[in-house]
């Protein structure tokens, strides 16, 4: 059994926070960078060029790359020889509370729903845990703004329904984004489970490299074809028009029950940020 201590739980999240808000991954700058060079609308490519600026702007200031630093949301993996000395929740939110205080990032949780009063330091985060084996501590933020939260959508299809069903989705889910996301999009899709995992599959597709596809041979030939049909809407970088909407397509699956095809679909601005720590 290895024993981790809290105090590095909270110094390793409390990096993370600032490193995902300050520098982007490098899958999403190599696509952004790769986008600029393709997009065939002269307005467009003027918008890719001033995202690749505000990127480096951010690098060299050490400000966050949007204003929306996003709600703190942990993909966590616990070795199941492990011992946290300590509260493992507690530890992440004090890393949280650091994170966003000390790294002078906006606090944008409100600690009830309705009643809506701003916490102050951007706790409590959301964390999903799931227990591996092995003696090691993995650690994922995907800090999530709402401006592309607020565009994503669960819909609970038919089995009848299909691939076709899924593409539709998909496809009306984009439109309706539309300028709102901040395209170029990264689109997480999640299919199959039932209600509540299908949206964490989607959720967590957004934290896969944008270079990787599906080890699904189907489900490769899905996300291939759905990225082709996104980029012909003419939607385009800030929705100004373009053949760039989207940068990927990240699609996760998971066995689901005979009498249902639960699809959700993630939606992400360009500024797809993750990182890790491994402790």
Do not use: W
């Amino acid at each position: 059994m290895r024993e981790v201590y809290s105090e590095d739980i909270i110094n390793a999240v409390k990096d993370i926070c600032i490193k995902a808000n300050l520098y982007l991954a490098p899958d999403m700058e190599e696509k952004i960078n790769t986008a600029e060079s393709t997009e065939k609308s002269a307005l467009g490519s003027m918008v890719l060029g001033q995202l690749i600026e505000n990127l480096k702007i951010a690098k060299e200031d050490q400000i966050p790359i949007c204003q929306d630093t996003g709600m703190a949301v942990f993909f966590v993996e616990i070795g199941q020889d492990v011992h946290v000395n300590g509260s493992l929740t507690e530890a992440i939110n004090e890393g949280v509370r650091r994170g966003y205080t000390e790294g002078f990032l906006r606090k944008s949780v409100v600690n009830d729903p309705l009643i809506r009063v701003n916490t102050k330091d951007n706790t409590p985060a959301i964390i999903h845990y799931n227990v591996v084996p092995g003696d090691s501590l993995k650690i994922t933020i995907a800090p999530k703004g709402f401006g592309s939260e607020n565009m994503s959508r669960l819909i609970m299809l038919k089995p009848a329904d299909g691939v076709e069903g899924v593409k539709k989705a998909v496809i009306d889910t984009v439109k309706a984004a539309g300028p709102n996301a901040c395209p170029p999009f990264v689109v997480g899709v999640g299919i199959g489970g039932d209600f509540e995992l299908v949206a964490l599959l989607a959720k967590k597709a957004l934290t896969r490299s944008a270079d990787l596809h599906s080890e699904l041979p189907h489900i490769k030939k899905l996300e291939e074809e759905l990225l082709s049909e996104i980029n012909s809407l003419g939607i385009g970088p800030a929705g100004l028009g373009g053949s760039v909407t989207a940068l990927a397509v990240n699609i996760e699956t998971y066995p689901t029950h005979i009498a249902g095809l639960p699809v959700a679909i993630n939606m992400c601005c360009h500024v797809n940020r993750h990182a890790t720590a491994v402790l």
